[in-house]
């Protein structure tokens, strides 16, 4: 099914809140570099926040492949899975100013859906998407918060 926003089912997997139930999910972010070939990166529950069912905001380590993709093409696609369902979100992607007193400085985007698919497997359940286990589970979580409070300024 494809759509122009975000259901309030994830809405509320999006709200930047409850990270530590949320610590294991991992989604893919993907641009386009300069030679033309799709460019994968993880991104995690701490660093994308739902502004508005069509918007989105992004933090990104300083400096990486995937700011300057995005940066150049304003473009990006973000990928989930989530309560036995695919995400697939197209983005409008716009630099946002840096803030100066930020606790953990990051790339920031504001990314408008321009479609948002969500794709049910009718003959099988998707049980997971990409999962990992944080080694420093507290001040990971605690940089999360950070940045996501950062990410609603």
């Given at each position: ?20 139930q ?22 995690s ?109």
């Amino acid at each position: 099914m494809n759509f122009t926003q975000l259901s309030p089912e994830w809405m509320e997997w999006f709200n930047g809140q409850d990270l530590e139930q949320k610590q294991h999910e991992a989604m893919q972010l993907l641009t386009v570099s300069e030679d033309g070939w799709a460019h994968q990166a993880m991104i995690s529950m701490g660093e994308v926040i739902a502004i508005a069912p069509n918007l989105l905001r992004l933090a990104l380590w300083p400096g990486t492949q995937t700011s300057m993709n995005m940066s150049r093409t304003g473009k990006a696609t973000l990928i989930a899975v989530h309560q036995q369902s695919l995400l697939s979100i197209r983005l409008d992607v716009t630099s946002l100013p840096q803030l100066m007193e930020a606790v953990h400085p990051r790339d920031r985007f504001e990314a408008q859906a321009l479609n948002v698919r969500v794709d049910h497997a009718p003959y099988a359940e998707i049980t997971s998407g990409i999962t990992f286990q944080l080694k420093d589970e507290s001040g990971v979580i605690t940089r999360w918060r950070e940045t996501i409070e950062e990410l609603r300024q």
